[in-house]
């Protein structure tokens, strides 16, 4: 890519994200699309997490979006949905809502950004019709052993007939301690799965959704959390053998849940998806293809067009970011360097020190070249930070980039304060 020239296009194209108001553009450009996938290049960016949430306000208010679904939990998550519909029996405050958000690393959404978007999104669902309240849902496949615990405890509490197949499932898991691990090594390389017991179980209890036909959304949560037990028995299983296969399981997971709920919304019903760049960015634009894996972004607009599908990356070029320097460590606040010479976040910096958004035009030959892009995990080490790039094909991979040129670290929730 001539770099020189790049520049030049961007400062021809880019609008300036001094305010909300800015964020039109995307909106317009956005146009019928009923599935947005706004982006991160980090879990841990204040900035990240306050523009989708602007970006998020305006697709609810003047779109009529319907949910969003987030790279979190379902049972932690819908805990904070059943606070932002005000259901009976929920927390008394968004910040007691975030309570369940108590696995590693908690930060992603025990933080300040998302306790001031759950106190709007509560206020704005409150004069709202039960069926026109926004809600918020986790569709990752991480909880295992959380989603079992919550089938199980509403099946008992509701006395329904597919309690006895709830058991009958969960106790294949039991000699495992709750731990992924030790299941996964079983049923690799032991053939110990308990697949069939899940998916039975799956089965079963969205037929009862089905023949329920009720407005309540705690057999929603069933399925949901069905479909979390099946797809992380595959995950956990294809995890200890290596290779792509657990990304892909997790992220056709991601696609499945994300339909799931869309479904359960209506025919018109809109989504709103929050997740790193590397799960919404079209992975045919990366090196990502060549390895194999597949990414929600790709799923989607191969399944529904690209019409219907927009997404937004971001991306900064210096700045802070909370993370962490080893698996289940101590969040810490960390320094982002600036960005790599000729990475797309260089040239973004270096058409203006200042916030910035890309819309693409696809037959732009300048965006249509491999060039690095940042992309920071919940591990970070600042001083690989080369590693940290992925060859992308920008305007193949998004639709739209926002650009932070100093972003700051996001701000986590105290601990004991979520514990109360």
Not at 270 to 287: F, M, P, Q, S
Request: charge should be negative; include cysteine; charged fraction near 25%.
């Amino acid at each position: 890519m001539n770099s020189e020239k790049a520049v030049g296009k961007i400062r021809e194209s880019m609008i300036r994200l001094d305010g909300a108001d800015d964020l039109e553009a995307v909106v317009q450009a956005i146009g019928d699309a009923d599935f947005v996938l706004l982006g991160e290049a980090s879990h841990g960016t204040s900035e990240f997490y306050t523009w989708r949430a602007e970006l998020s306000k305006k697709l609810i208010t003047e779109k009529g979006f319907s949910f969003i679904a987030v790279e979190g939990d379902w049972p932690s998550c819908y805990t904070l949905n059943r606070y932002l519909k005000q259901y009976a029996g929920t927390a008394p405050n968004a910040r007691e809502a975030l309570r369940d958000f108590n696995r590693w690393p908690t930060w992603m959404w025990a933080n300040e950004e998302i306790l001031q978007f759950s106190q709007w999104l509560y206020d704005y669902n409150k004069p709202q019709s039960v069926m026109s309240k926004v809600g918020f849902y986790g569709i990752d496949v991480y909880s295992l052993w959380e989603s079992m615990d919550e089938i199980l405890r509403h099946l008992e509490k509701t006395g329904s007939p597919e309690l006895d197949t709830a058991h009958k499932a969960f106790a294949c898991f039991d000699p495992y301690d709750r731990n992924p691990q030790n299941y996964g090594v079983s049923a690799a390389f032991l053939s110990e799965s308990c697949e069939e017991e899940v998916v039975k179980l799956l089965a079963d209890l969205r037929v009862a959704r089905k023949r329920s036909g009720s407005d309540d959304e705690a057999s929603l949560s069933d399925e949901l959390n069905a479909l979390v037990a099946v797809n992380a028995e595959r995950y956990y299983r294809s995890m200890v053998r290596g290779g792509t296969d657990s990304w892909n399981v997790r992220d056709r997971h991601m696609v499945e849940a994300l339909e799931r709920i869309k479904a359960s919304h209506g025919q018109a019903a809109k989504a709103i998806v929050w997740e790193h760049n590397t799960h919404i960015g079209d992975a045919r634009a990366t090196d990502m293809k060549a390895d194999g894996m597949i990414n929600v972004g790709q799923l989607v607009r191969e399944k529904y067009g690209e019409d219907r599908v927009y997404a937004v990356g971001f991306g900064t070029h210096r700045g802070t970011v909370t993370a962490s320097d080893r698996w289940g460590g101590e969040a810490k606040t960390m320094q982002v360097p600036e960005a790599q010479p000729d990475s797309w976040e260089d040239l973004m910096h270096r058409a203006g020190a200042f916030d910035k958004i890309m819309l693409f035009d696809r037959k732009e030959s300048l965006f249509v070249e491999p060039v690095g892009h940042r992309a920071i995990g919940v591990v970070y080490n600042p001083r690989h930070e080369r590693g940290n790039y992925v060859p992308s094909v920008i305007a193949q991979r998004y639709d739209a980039f926002i650009y932070i040129d100093e972003s700051h670290a996001l701000s986590p929730l105290k601990q004991e304060v979520l514990h109360v």
